[in-house]
């Protein structure tokens, strides 16, 4: 049985590699025979909105077979929005979310992305992992440690280095992450 991958790539033209996503390409290179990744542009990746990639989201998750999650970044807080205020998608095995900036309470330039205060108990309660570089040079770790306050069932990863978009290469222990998933090796939260 193939696992189903859907990568919600960050804010940003996505940089390509070998004509797709860079995602997609990594965890295809990584995770090998057995899992299906798939890595779609979010609309006006360079300007944002809400509306647009909430669209994209639901166009990617149309279907009936269970989906592991990834998000990155701005697809990842996009992802928790997503699913805290739908209902209506394909079943969610795992949820991997990397770099997830907070955009904190309103008032801020990225109001129409920022989660409402329960959000957390309107998301489906799967293994949820988050992971976050110790000295990310765009979103600090205090970001993370809002995610653990709000979805204390989830495993928390913490990075040593400075990278944010992982292009470079993607970490192991999210590979290994999703190999455990995929294998069954993980129970559900």
């Known amino acids: 049985m193939q696992n189903s991958?859907?990568?919600?790539?960050?804010?940003?033209?996505?940089?390509?590699?070998?004509?797709?996503?860079?995602?997609?390409?990594?965890?295809?290179?990584?995770?090998g025979d057995g899992y299906d990744v798939s890595c779609p542009l979010m609309p006006d990746a360079d300007h944002p909105r809400h509306r647009n990639w909430e669209a994209g989201i639901a166009k990617a998750m149309a279907g009936s077979e269970a989906v592991l999650l990834l998000g990155h970044s701005l697809g990842a807080s996009s992802l928790l929005k997503f699913l805290s205020e739908h209902t209506s998608h394909r079943p969610v095995r795992a949820l991997f979310l990397v770099s997830t900036p907070d955009w904190g309470p309103p008032g801020g330039d990225m109001d129409e992305f920022t989660l409402a205060p329960d959000f957390a108990t309107r998301l489906p309660r799967c293994p949820t992992f988050l992971y976050h570089s110790r000295h990310d040079t765009e979103i600090p770790l205090a970001h993370l440690k809002r995610y653990q306050r709000e979805l204390p069932w989830a495993t928390a990863r913490v990075i040593e280095g400075e990278r944010h978009d992982f292009a470079d290469g993607l970490f192991p222990e999210l590979v290994h992450d999703i190999r455990d998933v995929g294998r069954g090796s993980v129970r559900r939260a």
């Open 5 to 31: 991958v859907l990568v919600i790539h960050g804010a940003g033209t996505p940089a390509l590699r070998g004509g797709h996503i860079y995602w997609q390409t990594l965890l295809r290179a990584e995770l």
